[in-house]
């Protein structure tokens, strides 16, 4: 089974609602690109991982390293943003380039702050609804709203197959620690070759096999799967709602404040 399907099917918050989960997700994520605001982002991100570290029970070192896994790109993207060319020298930090200064100012440094943050929090949204909920009950929700069939099948499709080619890969790399593949710089290029070689090859070969098996139990064009029917309490609604509101209420704040945070 997919690490992450693993996850979210041992949470402690699997059994609850996965429209309420779905909503409240989605709505706090709309929210957080929307205001790129420091206060939002930092109250998302904190209630996002209490909820899914705390009252979901995911593991708090597995919760890091899924969260540093977009850390390289993010670090990449920021730097980008944060130093720029200018004419004069910053009081921050300058570098001299010939006849201009790579530079980094103030404004360009609270800019790259609130671009971390906030697609932190954003990704902290996705993995509270990915480590609580199911992809069947996800798929379940999003039937109900009368998402296209379509749309569906190749969301799951597209969904399974990619992590059948990690899979493969994963299998491959271990037969190769196994023999001292990565013994030395040279044996490890080597190895990765022949990764690169085979990998797709066999994940091709995996993605055939299952759909043979997919067809020989009467596959039509529609994936059914089990789905089960758990209702949001009030308490949990009321839960939900008040913490859109601390959202918004952050969102607010940053407003009043000129939009400086």
Request: proline share 3%; charged share 15%.
């Given at each position: 089974?997919?690490?992450?399907?693993?996850?979210?099917y041992?949470?402690?918050?699997?059994?609850?609602?996965?429209a309420?989960?779905?909503?409240?997700?989605?709505?706090?994520?709309?929210?957080?690109?929307?205001?790129?605001?420091?206060?939002?982002?930092?109250?998302?991100?904190?209630?996002?991982s209490?909820?899914?570290?705390?009252?979901?029970?995911?593991?708090?070192?597995?919760?890091?390293?899924?969260?540093?896994?977009?850390?390289?790109?993010?670090?990449?993207?920021?730097?980008?943003?944060?130093?720029h060319?200018?004419?004069?020298?910053?009081?921050?930090?300058?570098?001299?380039?010939?006849?201009?200064?790579?530079?980094?100012?103030?404004?360009?440094?609270?800019?790259?702050?609130?671009?971390?943050?906030?697609?932190?929090?954003?990704?902290?949204?996705?993995?509270?609804?990915?480590?609580?909920?199911?992809?069947?009950?996800?798929?379940?929700?999003?039937?109900?709203?009368?998402?296209?069939?379509?749309?569906?099948?190749?969301?799951?499709?597209?969904?399974?197959?990619?992590?059948?080619?990690?899979?493969?890969?994963?299998?491959?790399?271990?037969?190769?620690?196994?023999?001292?593949?990565?013994?030395?710089?040279?044996?490890?290029?080597?190895?990765?070759?022949?990764?690169?070689?085979?990998?797709?090859?066999?994940?091709f070969?995996?993605?055939?096999?299952?759909?043979?098996?997919?067809?020989?139990?009467?596959?039509?064009?529609?994936?059914?799967?089990?789905?089960?029917?758990?209702?949001?309490?009030?308490?949990?609604?009321?839960?939900?709602?008040?913490?859109?509101?601390?959202?918004?209420?952050?969102?607010?704040?940053?407003?009043?404040?000129?939009?400086?945070?």
């Amino acid at each position: 089974m997919i690490l992450i399907d693993k996850l979210a099917y041992s949470s402690r918050l699997r059994r609850k609602s996965p429209a309420l989960k779905v909503v409240f997700s989605v709505s706090s994520l709309l929210l957080c690109v929307a205001a790129r605001s420091l206060p939002v982002s930092v109250c998302i991100l904190s209630v996002m991982s209490v909820l899914t570290v705390k009252a979901g029970g995911i593991p708090l070192r597995r919760y890091g390293k899924l969260m540093a896994v977009p850390l390289g790109f993010l670090i990449l993207s920021t730097v980008a943003v944060v130093f720029h060319l200018s004419a004069e020298p910053s009081a921050l930090f300058s570098l001299p380039l010939g006849a201009r200064y790579l530079s980094v100012d103030s404004a360009s440094l609270l800019y790259g702050l609130r671009l971390v943050l906030t697609a932190f929090a954003s990704i902290s949204c996705l993995y509270f609804l990915s480590l609580t909920t199911p992809l069947t009950d996800i798929f379940a929700v999003l039937r109900r709203a009368h998402c296209p069939e379509l749309i569906l099948e190749l969301m799951f499709l597209v969904y399974r197959f990619l992590f059948v080619l990690l899979e493969t890969g994963s299998a491959i790399q271990t037969s190769q620690r196994c023999r001292l593949g990565n013994r030395d710089k040279k044996t490890a290029l080597h190895a990765a070759g022949l990764l690169l070689a085979v990998l797709l090859q066999l994940a091709f070969s995996r993605s055939s096999g299952i759909y043979d098996a997919m067809e020989s139990r009467c596959y039509d064009g529609r994936i059914r799967v089990l789905s089960r029917t758990c209702r949001a309490t009030a308490g949990e609604t009321a839960a939900a709602a008040l913490l859109l509101a601390l959202f918004a209420a952050a969102a607010g704040f940053g407003r009043f404040y000129g939009g400086a945070l």
